[in-house]
């Protein structure tokens, strides 16, 4: 039997969400000019780097799906240079032939489950179709490895997603059997970002469009409230209106969710004593409570959001397994099923993005 057959066993990990890139490619990040030379975030993280900081679920982990790491770009063509290089990076560890300093080994190519690049969506279906032809013709043999693009719009002015070109490119998209990563940000972006992903999603899905479109990290709520002050005296509003917005999101039966992102939005973490995972458990319990009702585990997929789990997260050695830990209590609270539990650990990444596993 292949392992996509049985990609709901709960030994299984899959990790729906991580960012790489080698040292040499910081100064073409577009947030590299607001860290500092100290930021957990100012130094490689590829794969010699992820490889250690999930050592203790090796035996598990069956790989992962990259996503783009917000490379200088733009929706011209002459600005897409940055964006296309990522690319040539991870199809270099998909093949196992790395460049000296790059951080990666030729047996790691079989970790690369899935890669979802930048791409120009505002620009329209034709400008769209050209980036992903040339995404294409990088790709060669590997092109199965594309599952998807993302623009991210958490950072974008109000408005874009309801652009015309916007909403043509992401039914060319869907059209082409692509899913689309959204990345929108409550807490520091405004909820103004949800309601226009709302609106944008009825526009994409009003003609039948079936675009898998994969919601990332919760849409970033605000997880500064504990949990008694987002539900006090009828909900605070930074909780009521994302609940409306996440539940508005579920009623698409094309829309997934990423169960990720929580350690950048909750406060920071002391790297010495981090918080008791059963705390975090109750502390964002009202949030997970709406997702696990308005997408259901079949729909919600695990994700480390590594290295920027590492941020607000108990330090670089820790991130990932307490939020692995994390996780791991947040589905014994919901009473999930072992087969629920494997959807979430592995077996819903593998449906909305196709992932083709190995057979085992």
């Known amino acids: 039997m292949s392992s996509q057959q049985d990609s709901g066993a709960s030994r299984y990990i899959v990790d729906s969400h991580i960012h790489l890139y080698a ?25 010699d780097e992820y490889r250690g900081a999930t050592r203790d679920r090796s035996q598990e982990l069956r790989g992962f799906v990259f996503l783009e790491t917000d490379r200088k770009s733009g929706l011209r063509d002459t600005q897409w240079q940055d964006a296309l290089e990522e690319v040539d990076f991870l199809f270099r560890i998909a093949r196992g ?19 979802v690049p930048w791409a120009p969506v505002p620009a329209g279906a034709t400008a ?7 995404v294409q013709e990088r790709a060669g043999e590997e092109w199965p490895l594309v599952k998807g693009f993302r623009y991210l719009v958490q950072d974008k002015p109000a408005g874009v997603m309801l652009q015309e070109q916007f909403i043509e490119g992401l039914q060319w ?60 005296n009828g909900g605070h509003p930074d909780f009521t209106e994302w609940k409306d917005c996440i539940e508005q999101m579920g009623r698409h039966e094309s829309t997934y969710m990423k169960l990720s992102g929580f350690f950048s939005e909750l406060p920071e973490q002391d790297e010495s004593s981090p918080p008791d995972v059963a705390a975090l458990v109750e502390r964002t319990k009202p949030w997970v409570d709406v997702v696990f009702k308005a997408f259901g585990p079949s729909r919600i997929m695990f994700g480390s959001d590594w290295p920027v789990c590492n941020v607000g997260g108990p330090g670089v050695v820790k991130s990932w397994s307490h939020w692995h830990e994390l996780v791991e209590a947040i589905l014994a609270s919901q009473e999930l099923t072992a087969d629920e539990q494997a959807q979430i650990w592995s077996g819903t990444a593998v449906k909305a993005y196709g992932i083709n596993l190995p057979v085992s």
């Open 173 to 232: 998209l869907g059209g082409h059997g692509l899913t689309f990563d959204l990345g929108v940000d409550a807490r520091s972006g405004g909820i103004h970002q949800l309601q226009e992903a709302c609106t944008m999603m009825e526009r994409v899905y009003a003609g039948g469009n079936g675009l898998r479109i994969i919601i990332n990290h919760f849409c970033k709520p605000n997880l500064r409230l504990s949990a008694r002050e987002a539900l006090a």
């Open 23 to 47: 040292a040499s490619h910081i100064p073409s990040l577009n947030w590299t000019g607001d860290l500092a030379a100290d930021h957990p975030l100012n130094r490689q993280y590829s794969l």
């Open 97 to 115: 032939s790395p460049r000296e300093g790059e951080g990666h080994r030729p047996e790691d190519g079989g970790l690369v489950l899935g890669i």
């Open 128 to 134: 769209l179709a050209k980036y992903v032809g040339q």
